[in-house]
């Protein structure tokens, strides 16, 4: 692997490890709230679940509504929601948010930011406990487990 797929890989473990506490595969198949898990990976499973006071669709590694999920499935971005489809439909939001060369260069510093709106669970977001310097050490961990520097 190249350096930036490298730090992408890297940075996709960091977005489960902040949306689930755990970088775990098995965090692809988790509902909202992290209580349910789903193993039909044909369609989204957009089942509805209300947790810390809120109800949500989100699902999988990423917490993809099923809107997004449906949208990107429409304009041919993902086919299902598997491993492979969740990372492609994330990767295509660090894009969308113009997050992804900041990522691929390594600069966290620059990407997370610009994700804030699209992962509350990132440093500085509205339903993070992670601090700036949490998510360097994660990052760099994770770039190091996967052969990077």
């Known amino acids: ?65 099923y809107s997004t999920w449906k949208e990107a499935k429409d304009k ?22 113009r997050a992804l060369s900041y990522i691929e260069a390594g600069d966290i510093d620059r990407a997370i930011p610009l994700l804030r709106n699209e992962w509350t669970s990132m440093p500085g977001a509205k339903q993070s406990a992670m601090s700036m310097s949490t998510a360097h050490e994660l990052f760099k961990k994770y770039v190091a487990e996967l052969g990077g520097k």
């Open 1 to 65: 692997m190249s350096t930036e797929e490298i730090n992408v890989a890297a940075f996709l473990r960091f977005i489960r490890y902040a949306e689930h506490q755990s970088d775990d595969d098995k965090v692809y198949f988790l509902l909202y709230g992290g209580q349910q898990r789903f193993t039909d990976t044909n369609l989204h499973p957009n089942k509805a679940i209300t947790a810390w006071g809120h109800t949500s669709t989100a699902a999988g590694a990423y917490q993809i509504l």
């Open 76 to 97: 041919g971005v993902v086919i299902d929601f598997s491993k492979a489809s969740q990372d492609k439909l994330a990767i295509s939001k660090l894009r969308s948010r």
